[in-house]
């Protein structure tokens, strides 16, 4: 079975500031990891994803994310986030068992000041 | 990237009435589709997995004949709630996995509210 842990549920920062949301996980088998963005009322947008090969992922929007197989976690980062950044952030896990069925986190809502 | 269609984007109906939501998969074919729920701050929760030309998968504690599913083409399945109640009010988001199955893409998300 597998699990993911956010172990935020809120970040508030302020504008231009740095920010990092923190995602673990528990896997009995290899597992792909995602971070998705979800504006209101909207359905779920790909920031990125890591499948294999370098550790270090860049995505959309200025994100990226730092596999760590030790630690089991895939934390979420931003140099300078803008007030669009605004959002709810979800880390998920898949399973490499090729069933497409997403294991989600709870969530955490990044709440950009200014 | 490919894409997901989902409709309606909203809806209200009245109590013990039906509704039905659709997710199509655009540019790409989909043997199966995931049907989740979103309540206010919450996670996704996945209810079934929708299977082309079988039945449906549903999750422990989903009911089955509450929420139909009808996966009949590779490009579209159905979520149907049936008598929907106050309680059936949320967020429902479809999504159809990727070739090789290592990504999955999301639907815009149905608004439900029942009154």
């Known amino acids: 079975a597998q699990s993911v842990t956010q172990l935020d549920s809120q970040v508030p920062v302020f504008e231009e500031a740095p920010v990092e949301l923190r995602c673990n996980y528990s896997s009995s088998v290899s597992v792909y990891l995602f971070w998705y963005v979800q504006y209101p009322n909207q359905g779920l947008q790909l920031l990125l994803k890591?499948?294999?090969?370098?550790?270090l992922v860049k995505g959309i929007n200025g994100f990226e994310a730092e596999f760590n197989k030790s630690q089991t976690s895939f934390h979420l980062r931003k140099p300078s986030v803008h007030i669009s950044d605004t959002a709810e952030y979800f880390c998920?896990?898949?399973?490499?068992?090729?069933?497409?069925?997403?294991?989600f986190g709870q969530g955490t809502t990044l709440q950009v000041k200014p | 990237g490919a894409v997901v269609s989902q409709h309606p984007s909203w809806v209200i109906c009245k109590s013990g009435t039906s509704v039905k939501i659709e997710c199509r998969s655009l540019d790409f074919q989909a043997t199966t589709m995931f049907w989740y729920r979103q309540f206010p701050k919450q996670s996704l929760m996945l209810m079934a997995t929708s299977n082309e030309g079988s039945k449906a998968t549903y999750e422990q504690g989903v009911e089955k004949d509450k929420f139909l599913i009808n996966h009949a083409s590779l490009t579209l399945s159905t979520l149907t709630v049936t008598s929907a109640h106050p309680e059936d009010s949320s967020f429902y988001i479809c999504?159809?996995?990727?070739?090789?199955?290592?990504?999955?893409?999301f639907g815009q998300g149905t608004r439900l509210t029942v009154v």
């Open positions: 999504s159809a996995p990727g070739q090789g199955r290592t990504e999955a893409f």
């Open positions: 890591y499948l294999s090969g370098s550790t």
């Open positions: 998920a896990v898949l399973p490499r068992s090729n069933t497409g069925k997403l294991i």
